[in-house]
């Protein structure tokens, strides 16, 4: 992921792995449809290898773009990873209790059983996939926090302490060492 964040940049990656996320939805919703292709096994394989890929390509992003965010604030970064999580498992907790009370299933529909579960793989990551790019679409322009290494200038930080730092040959505890 590193490479590719190099390369592409996190807003491109990101939207390549929601492409990812997309096309496992395409996969899940049109199973049976192309069964006379390729079969349901192994469609159902390819669409969760694709989603995972996808999943684990924007999480890893959304972590490094929240790092971005916080920047040089290094301060508040434990507050700002545990928001996130806490919305995370917030919102994921919010959506599996609606899928569950929305359920269908009972033993007599299998039909509408399957359905139903088509529906919940296809629509909900197609959605939060679309509203995502829309979401990095909006802040394309934006440069969102920055990078530690490249906001420090070599010129402002020296780790040998100067000629009026030493006593004794030995440094000052009571001065920075950055000059």
């Known amino acids: 992921m590193r490479a590719i964040n190099k390369r592409l940049g996190r807003k491109i990656t990101m939207i390549l792995g929601l492409a990812f996320v997309v096309a ?7 199973i049976f449809a192309i069964e006379h292709v390729i079969k349901p096994e192994v469609t159902l ?82 959605v939060v996939s679309v509203l995502t790019v829309l979401i990095i679409l909006s802040i394309w322009r934006t440069t969102i926090g920055g990078n530690r290494h490249e906001m420090i200038v070599p010129e402002q930080t020296r780790l040998v302490p100067s000629k009026h730092q030493l006593v004794n040959g030995e440094c000052n505890e009571r001065t920075s060492l950055i000059v």
């Open 45 to 126: 394989i390819i669409a969760c290898i694709l989603l995972g890929i996808g999943t684990s390509t924007t999480n890893i992003c959304s972590f490094s773009l929240t790092s971005d965010l916080i920047g040089l604030n290094t301060e508040c970064g434990a507050f700002v990873y545990g928001i996130m999580s806490f919305a995370d498992k917030l919102a994921n907790g919010i959506i599996i209790a609606t899928i569950q009370q929305l359920n269908p299933c009972t033993a007599d529909t299998i039909e509408e059983c399957s359905l139903y579960y088509r529906q919940i793989l296809s629509f909900i990551p197609a």
């Open 24 to 30: 496992s939805t395409f996969l899940f919703w049109f």
